[in-house]
């Protein structure tokens, strides 16, 4: 018989394992935690969006860049990964998607120019994580840099929502990332970054312990939140939070409140209108 089902007092609790995405995927939407993290097997998906397509070639294509040798960390290196590492889905046809490749090879080609190859980052894609008495949470980072004895967590970004100083402050991915990669690094991470490709724009925020606290307790709150729903085991415990955003939701074919409230974009809406038409004519 189980230390459960004896019903200890004084055992530890279990973590809530996670990540970032998966807190905010509740923050978001309770019924699209469930579709996604709950019930199994998953409902399908919606078509893919082209957005996430550019995001990932272009998030792949740096961290290949970086890992070339230092003497061919080049533009031209960097907008050839982009079209070896393409991905065509979610655009309107294929000469869309070859449009699209080249301006993202080309928003590429413009972001190594402002980097030194020589500046070795201390990870790309670096997977870091931390425990709490409450939670078990990790997370990968795009690139990890050290300015004088600090980490700062770089973040790409791709899509066509312009950036501010509340998206750095606020965001609890980025502060979760700096947490852990404290922790795991032994070394103070206080400060992060969201680098707009399209834009070129960079947007820095620096933490204090304080702040980072704050963030922290948030996420504890939000597992907390979860994890009793999922309890619950019922419908009822993962209500839909209807609203504009239900447009980009991959399952909004399976939810009658989100299609009331917005109906889906085209898988193309998303890309940056600063490097494409913002009309899908």
């Given at each position: 018989m189980s230390a459960t089902q004896l019903g200890f007092t004084g055992m530890p609790t279990r973590l809530f394992t996670c990540t970032p995405s998966r807190l905010a995927t509740w923050l978001d939407c309770p019924r699209r935690y469930r579709f996604v993290y709950v019930d199994r097997p998953s409902p399908a998906k919606g078509a893919p969006w082209a957005h996430n397509s550019v995001g990932a070639a272009v998030h792949t294509a740096l961290a290949s860049w970086w890992s070339l040798p230092t003497d061919r960390r080049t533009r031209e290196q960097a907008g050839r990964l982009v079209r070896d590492k393409w991905i065509g889905l979610g655009f309107r046809d294929d000469a869309h998607s070859d449009e699209w490749r080249d301006r993202a090879a080309t928003m590429v080609e413009r972001y190594v120019d402002g980097l030194d190859p020589h500046d070795e980052p201390v990870g790309i894609e670096r997977t870091v994580a931390m425990r709490t008495e409450r939670l078990a949470v990790s997370g990968r980072i795009d690139r990890l840099d050290r300015r004088g004895d600090e980490l700062v967590v770089v973040d790409y970004k791709t899509g066509r929502h312009v950036l501010s100083t509340d998206d750095a402050r606020g965001s609890l991915a980025l502060a979760i990332y700096a947490m852990a990669?404290?922790?795991?690094?032994?070394?103070?991470?206080?400060?992060?970054?969201?680098?707009?490709?399209?834009?070129?724009?960079?947007?820095?925020?620096?933490?204090?312990?304080?702040?980072?606290?704050?963030?922290?307790?948030?996420?504890?709150?939000?597992?907390?939140?979860?994890?009793?729903?999922?309890?619950?085991?019922?419908?009822?415990?993962f209500p839909p939070r209807p609203g504009p955003m239900c447009g980009w939701c991959d399952f909004s074919v399976h939810c009658p409140e989100g299609r009331a409230a917005a109906a889906p974009y085209a898988p193309w809406a998303g890309l940056a209108p600063d490097v494409a038409p913002a009309t899908d004519d």
């Open positions: 990669a404290g922790r795991t690094l032994r070394r103070k991470c206080l400060t992060v970054e969201l680098h707009h490709l399209p834009s070129g724009d960079v947007v820095t925020w620096e933490h204090t312990d304080a702040t980072l606290t704050r963030h922290l307790g948030r996420a504890e709150d939000i597992a907390a939140e979860a994890s009793a729903a999922k309890a619950a085991g019922d419908d009822a415990a």
